[in-house]
Each structure stands twice: as structure tokens, then as C-alpha cells.
């Protein structure tokens, strides 16, 4: 049973950064694909960044690319997501999820997901 845990959100005012993380635990995560979504009030969830465990490759939503930044951490089987030149358009709760498929790209491919951290942008 995988779990996961975020932290690290809060209240950051327009063009600053913020960095949230996952921790994991429960399953090596091996070559699985892992994920940070986000949901703003009356909107879907919405998949950010996405990263492959093994081989560090990663795919971002155009919304957040060349501002966002996913890693992790494979000694701390931790996974990150450095957030600069933030928008208030950014503002939501951030989930990180475990997928369970190949095809990673909807929220319906994930099984495991964290409590959530949100994540306020002021302007």
C-alpha cells in the first residue's frame, strides 16, 4: 500500500517561489511513474508535472513549463515540485499521486494520492 504525504505549501505573494514535497513509502518505486496535480475551487484536477522514478524523465502541463520543476530524491524516496515565478492563476490544493499504468496523463491512471497541500498565490 503506497502512501503519501505532502507538505510545504502556504500563502506566497505573485512571482515568488515556493518548493512542496511528497514523501512516500509502502512500495520501491522502481521505473513507476509519479505525478503532482492540482485542483482550484470548481475546477478538475489538472496534472502539472509528471516525473518516471528510474530514469528522472519528466513532462510538464504548458501552464507551469519553464517555471516549475519536479525531481525526487531516491534516498529519501521523496519527490519535489519547485514552483517559481508563481501566478495567482496557480492557486489550488497540490496533490501528489502514484500512477498505475503506462499511460500517465489523467487523474483516472493514478491510484494512490496524498492528503493534499494547498497552495495560495496572492497578486
Known amino acids: 500500500q503506497v502512501q503519501l504525504v505532502e507538505s510545504g505549501g502556504g500563502l506566497v505573494q505573485a512571482g515568488g517561489s515556493l518548493r512542496i514535497s511528497c514523501a512516500g513509502s509502502?512500495?520501491?518505486?522502481?521505473?513507476?511513474?509519479m505525478g503532482w496535480f492540482r485542483q482550484a475551487p470548481g475546477r478538475e484536477r489538472e496534472l502539472v508535472a509528471r516525473?518516471?522514478?528510474?530514469?528522472?524523465?519528466?513532462a510538464y502541463a504548458d501552464s507551469v513549463k519553464g517555471r516549475f520543476a519536479i525531481s525526487r530524491d531516491n534516498a529519501k524516496n521523496t519527490m519535489y515540485l519547485q514552483m517559481n515565478s508563481l501566478k495567482p492563476e496557480d492557486t489550488g490544493i497540490y496533490y501528489c499521486?502514484?500512477?498505475?499504468?503506462?499511460?500517465?496523463?489523467?487523474?483516472?491512471?493514478?491510484?494512490?494520492w496524498g492528503q493534499g497541500t494547498q497552495v495560495t498565490v496572492s497578486s
Open positions: 509502502g512500495r520501491n518505486f522502481g521505473t513507476d511513474i
Open positions: 499521486a502514484h500512477c498505475r499504468s503506462l499511460l500517465c496523463t489523467s487523474a483516472q491512471s493514478y491510484d494512490s
Open positions: 516525473i518516471r522514478w528510474s530514469a528522472d524523465t519528466t
